[in-house]
């Protein structure tokens, strides 16, 4: 499948804003006492951050110009905390590959250029959080060899 990554532009907002949806309904399908099925960008978030260098975002795009994926990342810096070594980062927090395009090899190029993105940057290191009961994406990450950073943990108690 020939496709091109490229940054994102303001008049990809309508196709992005489909795939939001697309990602926002699998989060609340999978946990939905957690999510709620919205955008969790809108248009004005979404151009505030493409204005803005230390959120880059980056889009696939197929042969027609159709948006098939975006990765929206952050860069982020870690500093001030006693027990921890400060560092800059990339914060990948947001990422999403059209359903019909799933499979095809088009989320690992994406991630490919967004560790490209990472060393233009000069960056060595690349964070992002997933939903442990999106199994799909878990391995899909595991397969690029991201590791167990944290895992956050949870209890749910009997209503009184």
């Not at 391995?139 to 590791?147: I, M, S």
Request: with cysteine.
């Amino acid at each position: 499948m020939p496709i091109t990554i490229r940054p994102a532009r303001p008049e990809d907002y309508p196709a992005i804003s489909r795939l939001l949806i697309q990602i926002a309904t699998l989060h609340h399908e999978l946990r939905p006492d957690l999510y709620c099925a919205v955008r969790k960008y809108d248009q004005v978030q979404y151009e505030a951050a493409l204005e803005n260098a230390s959120t880059p975002i980056l889009v696939v795009i197929n042969t027609q110009g159709d948006v098939l994926g975006y990765a929206m990342c952050e860069v982020k810096q870690l500093c001030g905390i006693p027990q921890m070594v400060d560092h800059d980062y990339l914060w990948l927090d947001d990422l999403c590959v059209d359903e019909s395009a799933r499979g095809q090899g088009v989320g690992e190029l994406l991630m490919k250029a967004v560790t490209d993105l990472a060393h233009e940057l000069g960056l060595n290191k690349i964070s992002l959080n997933v939903v442990e009961a999106n199994e799909g994406a878990r391995r899909f990450y595991e397969r690029l060899g991201y590791t167990t950073q944290r895992r956050g943990m949870e209890i749910k108690l009997e209503e009184k």
